[in-house]
C-alpha cells in the first residue's frame, strides 16, 4: 500500500505564498509521478501540477503557470508545491497524489493511482 500526507495548507492573503508538502511511504517504488490537483466547493478536481519521476520534466495548468512550482526530493520520498502570487480563485483542497510506473507527468485524474487526504488552501482578498 501506499499512503500519501499532504502538509502545509492554510489562511493567507492574496498576493502571498504558501509551499505544500506531500510525504510518500509505502510500496511507491523508485519511479512514480507526482501531481497536484485541487478541488473547489461544487467543482470539478482539476489538475495543478505534475513531475517526472526524477525531477527533470514539468507540467503545469495554464492558470498556475508563472506562480507554482512543482519539486520532489526522493532521497526524501517528498514532492513540494511553492504557490506565489496567490489569488482568492486559487482558493481549493490541494491533493497530491502519485502514478507509479510512469515516467513523464500526467495531468488526468484517472492516470492517478493513489491519492492523500487533502489540505485546504484559503486565500482572503
Known amino acids: 500500500q501506499v499512503q500519501l500526507v499532504e502538509s502545509g495548507g492554510g489562511l493567507v492573503q492574496a498576493g502571498g505564498s504558501l509551499r505544500l508538502s506531500c510525504a510518500a511511504s509505502?510500496?511507491?517504488?523508485?519511479?512514480?509521478?507526482m501531481g497536484w490537483f485541487r478541488q473547489a466547493p461544487g467543482k470539478e478536481r482539476e489538475f495543478v501540477a505534475a513531475i517526472s519521476w526524477n525531477g527533470d520534466s514539468t507540467a503545469y495548468a495554464d492558470l498556475v503557470k508563472g506562480r507554482f512550482t512543482i519539486s520532489r526530493d526522493n532521497a526524501k520520498n517528498t514532492g513540494y508545491l511553492q504557490m506565489n502570487s496567490l489569488k482568492p480563485e486559487d482558493a481549493a483542497v490541494y491533493y497530491c497524489?502519485?502514478?507509479?510506473?510512469?515516467?513523464?507527468?500526467?495531468?488526468?485524474?484517472?492516470?492517478?493511482?493513489?491519492w492523500g487526504q487533502g489540505t485546504q488552501v484559503t486565500v482572503s482578498s
Open positions: 509505502g510500496r511507491t517504488g523508485s519511479m512514480y509521478v
Open positions: 497524489a502519485i502514478a507509479r510506473l510512469q515516467a513523464a507527468p500526467k495531468v488526468a485524474v484517472l492516470d492517478y493511482d493513489y
